[in-house]
Nanobody, 125 residues
Framework: QVQLVESGGGLVQTGGSLRLSCAASGRTFSSYVMAWFRQAPGKEREFVAAISRSIGVIAYADSMKRRFTISRDNAKNTVYLQMNSLRPEDTAVYYC??????????????????WGQGTQVTVSS
C-alpha cells in the first residue's frame, strides 16, 4: 500500500503559478501510475493529468493541457503538478492518486486505488 501526501497549495492571484507536490511512501514509487484530480465546491471530481511509471505516457484534460505540467521524480518518490496562468475557475482541492494497474492511463477516479488528503488551491480574481 502507498501513502500519498500533497503539498504546495495556497492562495494566488489570477495569472500566477503554483507547483503542487505529492510525496509517496510505502511500496516502490516507480511501480505506480500517478495522477492529479481536482474538486471544486459543488462539483464532481475532475481529471487533471496522469503520468505513467516510466514517464513515457502523459495525459491532460484538454482545458489544462497548455497551462499545467505533470512530472515525477522516481528517485524522490514524488509527483509534481506545475500550474501556470491560473484562473479563478482553477480554484479547487487538488488530489494526488495512484494505481498499480497496467491498464492505459485512466481519466476517471475509478481507475485509481489510492488517494491523498488533498491540498487547497485558491485563485483570486
Amino acid at each position: 500500500q502507498v501513502q500519498l501526501v500533497e503539498s504546495g497549495g495556497g492562495l494566488v492571484q489570477t495569472g500566477g503559478s503554483l507547483r503542487l507536490s505529492c510525496a509517496a511512501s510505502g511500496r516502490t514509487f516507480s511501480s505506480y501510475v500517478m495522477a492529479w484530480f481536482r474538486q471544486a465546491p459543488g462539483k464532481e471530481r475532475e481529471f487533471v493529468a496522469a503520468i505513467s511509471r516510466s514517464i513515457g505516457v502523459i495525459a491532460y484534460a484538454d482545458s489544462m493541457k497548455r497551462r499545467f505540467t505533470i512530472s515525477r521524480d522516481n528517485a524522490k518518490n514524488t509527483v509534481y503538478l506545475q500550474m501556470n496562468s491560473l484562473r479563478p475557475e482553477d480554484t479547487a482541492v487538488y488530489y494526488c492518486l495512484a494505481t498499480l494497474s497496467w491498464e492505459p492511463l485512466s481519466t476517471t477516479v475509478d481507475g485509481y486505488d489510492y488517494w491523498g488528503q488533498g491540498t487547497q488551491v485558491t485563485v483570486s480574481s
